[in-house]
């Protein structure tokens, strides 16, 4: 490897843009986890807000004179001329990278630490990335602090999981209703392997129940079924949501 970056092919080049723009990536986590262990969740969450308006707008700006694309209201142009279903096949693909980044990261622990360290982790991960969906979601959808079970429901079709799954709600009532995996991209990728499913429940507790808290604290989740649980062929984990008047 040469000494100087100037000094590299175009191939290593490409190589270490890509290492970059990963350690961009790695350190923005990091300003969040560092201000959220120092100053707690709610003040990392407002800082967050503002970090990211600027940061966006900047790196926007700086790409477009460099991949030659006009903004529009700080938003890419390509973005706003694409078509219907080619935005939606753009969403799902984010989505699908998503989960495969998650994935990813929790072979990397088991297979170096065993599958309790990773399921540990990955439950701990999902108690802190609930909320800030919450957060994010809440914010690009308006909702105010105390939105009740309809922003709840509002909320839960805008979660990544919701443009690569297939859910449904069920209403009991104006107090509670049900909220049903009924496709679920991991499991159903074991069952076509033959392979039982994946007990996912001590992470849905997490996942579930943190994030109707922070779209409105006075919501209760329980869970009616989530792997390693016996479940109908309808859905793969149910939760049911409640606020008592």
Same mark, same amino acid.
């Given at each position: 490897m040469?000494? +100087?970056?100037?000094?590299?092919?175009k191939r290593d080049k490409a190589e270490l843009v890509v290492d970059m723009m990963t350690r961009i990536v790695v350190h923005y986590g990091l300003w969040f986890t560092e201000i959220r262990h120092q100053m707690g969740m709610e003040e990392a969450l407002t800082v967050l807000d503002k970090a990211t308006r600027h940061s966006v707008g900047i790196g926007l700006s700086?790409?477009?004179?460099? +991949?030659?694309?006009?903004?529009e209201d700080g938003?890419?142009?390509?973005?706003?001329?694409? #078509?219907?279903?080619?935005? !939606?096949?753009?969403?799902? &693909?984010?989505?699908?990278?998503?989960? &495969?980044?998650?994935?990813?990261?929790?072979?990397?622990?088991? +297979?170096?630490?065993?599958?309790? #360290?990773?399921?540990?982790?990955?439950?701990?991960?999902?108690?802190?990335?609930?909320?800030? #969906? &919450?957060?994010?979601?809440? !914010?690009?959808? @308006?909702?105010?602090?105390?939105? @009740?079970?309809? @922003?709840?429901?509002? &909320?839960l079709n805008f979660r990544m999981y919701a443009f690569i799954n297939k859910q449904s709600m069920v209403d009991e009532g104006p107090e509670s209703f049900i909220f049903q995996m009924n496709e679920c991209r991991v499991q159903m990728a074991r069952k076509r392997k033959n392979l039982d499913d994946y007990p996912c429940k001590s992470a849905g507790q997490v996942e579930y129940a943190y994030f109707a808290r922070a779209i409105d604290p006075r919501i209760e989740t329980e869970c009616i079924g989530c792997p390693p649980d016996k479940h109908p062929d309808q859905w793969f984990c149910a939760w049911r949501f409640t606020i008592r008047n």
């Amino acid at each position: 490897m040469n000494d +100087f970056p100037e000094d590299l092919d175009k191939r290593d080049k490409a190589e270490l843009v890509v290492d970059m723009m990963t350690r961009i990536v790695v350190h923005y986590g990091l300003w969040f986890t560092e201000i959220r262990h120092q100053m707690g969740m709610e003040e990392a969450l407002t800082v967050l807000d503002k970090a990211t308006r600027h940061s966006v707008g900047i790196g926007l700006s700086r790409m477009s004179k460099l +991949f030659g694309f006009k903004l529009e209201d700080g938003m890419p142009r390509p973005l706003l001329t694409m #078509e219907d279903h080619d935005l !939606k096949e753009l969403m799902a &693909a984010v989505s699908k990278n998503w989960l &495969a980044n998650d994935g990813v990261w929790f072979q990397a622990v088991e +297979f170096s630490h065993g599958m309790n #360290e990773a399921k540990r982790c990955n439950d701990s991960c999902w108690a802190q990335f609930s909320p800030y #969906e &919450a957060h994010a979601i809440s !914010k690009f959808l @308006g909702l105010d602090d105390r939105p @009740g079970l309809e @922003g709840l429901k509002k &909320a839960l079709n805008f979660r990544m999981y919701a443009f690569i799954n297939k859910q449904s709600m069920v209403d009991e009532g104006p107090e509670s209703f049900i909220f049903q995996m009924n496709e679920c991209r991991v499991q159903m990728a074991r069952k076509r392997k033959n392979l039982d499913d994946y007990p996912c429940k001590s992470a849905g507790q997490v996942e579930y129940a943190y994030f109707a808290r922070a779209i409105d604290p006075r919501i209760e989740t329980e869970c009616i079924g989530c792997p390693p649980d016996k479940h109908p062929d309808q859905w793969f984990c149910a939760w049911r949501f409640t606020i008592r008047n």
